[in-house]
Every structure is written in C-alpha cells, then in structure tokens.
C-alpha cells in the first residue's frame, strides 16, 4: 500500500516518542474501554495501555475466551492494572448501553478513553458481483456498530475537562481505505468510509472531547479473505501510537483528523508548529489528500498517487 505522509520518518514499528512507559504518557488513575479487545490490535493496545499504569480497562468482544486470554496477559504482566471482561456485540445497542452502565458503576467512575477498535472484514469482491450480505454485514458492524459505540459512550464520560480542555478522549480504529482505493475491497472500504465520516461528526457535535480517526497500518489478522494486503507494520506500533494519542501529548492535533500510525509524531509536532506559525501557509502541506489545517476526513480528491 503507498503511503501517503506528511513527514520524513514513517514508522513500522514501536520507537521511543510512544513507549507507554514515557512519564508524560502515563494512563495512571484513567480508565480505558476497547471493543474488539479479544486479539490482534486491541489486545495489543490494551497491553499497551496497562504499560501505561492504567487503573481500569474494559475488555468488550463478541468472545469470551479472547478476552479472558487478554485480561489473563493483562494480570500476569501488569497486575496493578484491573480488567473487566464483557462479552457483547456493538450491532446489539441496549447490550452495549448495559455494559458501559455496569463498567462505570463497577469502577465508581467514568470513562476517560474509549478505543473504537471493534469491526469486521467481510471479504473481497467486485461491485458487480457483490452479495448482499457482504455489504449489509461490512455496514452493519463498522457503521452501526461504531454509532452504537459512540451512542452508548455519552453518559459515562468525566463532567468535567481535564489540563488540555477535553473531557474524554475517543479514539476510533479507522482504515486507509477510506480514502485509498483498492480493487475488490469495496464493501469494507465503503464501510470504513462511512464510519470515519460519522467520527468526525461526532468530533464536530461534541467539541468538549477529543476525537481521532486512526489508520493502523496493515497487521496480520485473523479475517478471513483479508490477507491480500501485506502486513506493513508491526502491532505494536498502533498499539503504542493510541497511547500516545489518548494522552495530552497529541493534542497539537486538534480534534476530528484521520491519521496514520506510521507518521512520526515529533516531526508532526514540528509540522502543526510551521503551520500555526504560518510558514506553512493554507493548503500548502497535504497529508494523504488532506491539507494540514482542515479537520475533515476524506480529503479533497482521495489518495491514489494524486491530490
């Protein structure tokens, strides 16, 4: 897959600026909720936040024995931290209304980050011979799912905003292929589309909280038919980049953008700060088809080797 960026230094795996064990990335006293958290990246990411010191994390999937395997790697590597396992499918919304209810009052307090990680690849084919069950499903789970998410999330976030002016942070597991064509991909890739744009609504109708859309790179998964990519990063890199941005660090960013895992975060830093100097001047920096300084997602023509 290209890779469109903003920077010098692309990333395919963990590096210094994101080790959750920096002091100024500390998930000390937060507590963290991840759907999806039974494999791949959202185990990954909730090891990452339980490096990070986090009190509390949430563990939602569709299968019990993935999150009691994750939880167990939790309390044998990092036993200050405590989890919370809850078996749920985010299509299911009174479910999911449930589960948040009871994590909050379990933990007698709200929720500070919320990792949107949970989706499904219904496999590959062309419009024209598209089933219908790949595209309703792909919509279901990545578009509904995410909204039932986002929907549920509303009561149990903190009254009141913490150092950077933001209440909670809400970081959504995006895709690429929201705006990077790929041949045969279209029911995810409409999918993604459309869950990204229905994040950045809710980063645009919810102001008080910080809200990210974010690329992952491609890892090894465990989706059927989804193997054509090549996996480009290693799953620490996402795992520990979402700990770096639900931490103030990231914050430069402003709310509502899609980002990629694979952008250094130090020269990103250095970009935002020639753009707010106004060095970069409007619509001078592209980032993937996306100018600096525009908090939308889509970009102006997409990616495919032209802006």
């Keep these: 897959m290209t890779n469109p960026t903003p920077v010098k230094t692309n990333h395919t795996t963990t590096y210094p600026a994101i080790n959750p064990l920096l002091p100024a990335l500390s998930s000390a006293s937060k507590n963290i909720l991840i759907t999806g958290a039974g494999t791949g990246i959202g185990r990954a990411t909730a090891l990452s936040f339980a490096k990070s010191s986090a009190s509390n994390i949430a563990l939602l999937g569709r299968r019990t024995p993935q999150l009691e395997a994750t939880a167990h790697l939790i309390e044998t590597s990092y036993p200050?931290?405590?989890?919370?396992?809850?078996?749920?499918?985010?299509?299911?919304?009174?479910?999911?209304?449930?589960?948040?209810?009871?994590?909050?009052?379990?933990?007698?307090?709200?929720?500070?980050?919320l990792i949107a990680n949970a989706g499904i690849h219904p496999g590959y084919s062309t419009v024209s011979t598209l089933p219908n069950n790949h595209l309703s499903s792909s919509l279901t789970t990545n578009v509904l799912g995410t909204?039932?998410?986002?929907?549920?999330?509303?009561?149990?976030?903190?009254?009141?905003?913490?150092?950077?002016?933001?209440?909670?942070?809400?970081?959504?597991?995006?895709?690429?292929?929201?705006?990077?064509?790929?041949?045969g991909a279209s029911a995810y890739s409409v999918a993604k589309a459309?869950?990204?744009?229905?994040?950045?609504?809710?980063?645009?109708?919810?102001?008080?909280?910080?809200?990210?859309?974010?690329?992952?790179?491609?890892?090894?998964?465990?989706?059927?038919?989804?193997?054509?990519?090549?996996?480009?990063?290693?799953?620490?890199l996402p795992a520990d980049f979402t700990v770096w941005a639900a931490s103030?660090?990231?914050?430069?960013?402003?709310s509502g953008r899609l980002i990629w895992v694979h952008w250094d975060?130090?020269?990103?830093?250095?970009?935002?700060?020639?753009?707010?100097?106004?060095?970069?001047?409007?619509?001078?920096?592209?980032?993937?088809?996306?100018?600096v300084h525009k908090n939308f997602t889509l970009g102006?023509?997409?990616?495919?080797?032209?802006?």
């Design 80 to 113: 200050a931290t405590k989890t919370h396992i809850y078996p749920v499918d985010i299509t299911d919304l009174p479910a999911l209304q449930r589960v948040f209810k009871s994590y909050t009052t379990s933990i007698a307090g709200p929720i500070h980050t």
């Design 194 to 236: 459309a869950a990204a744009k229905l994040v950045e609504f809710y980063a645009l109708e919810n102001p008080d909280l910080w809200v990210l859309n974010l690329h992952p790179g491609v890892v090894e998964t465990e989706w059927e038919g989804s193997g054509r990519l090549r996996a480009d990063v290693d799953v620490s």
């Design 300 to 307: 102006l023509l997409g990616w495919n080797g032209r802006v």
């Design 248 to 254: 103030p660090e990231s914050s430069f960013l402003g």
């Design 147 to 183: 909204a039932n998410t986002l929907q549920a999330l509303t009561p149990h976030i903190p009254a009141e905003p913490d150092s950077t002016g933001y209440k909670a942070r809400v970081i959504h597991v995006s895709s690429a292929v929201s705006h990077i064509q790929f041949p």
């Design 265 to 291: 975060v130090d020269e990103l830093r250095e970009l935002f700060d020639r753009y707010k100097s106004g060095e970069v001047k409007d619509g001078a920096e592209i980032m993937g088809g996306l100018p």
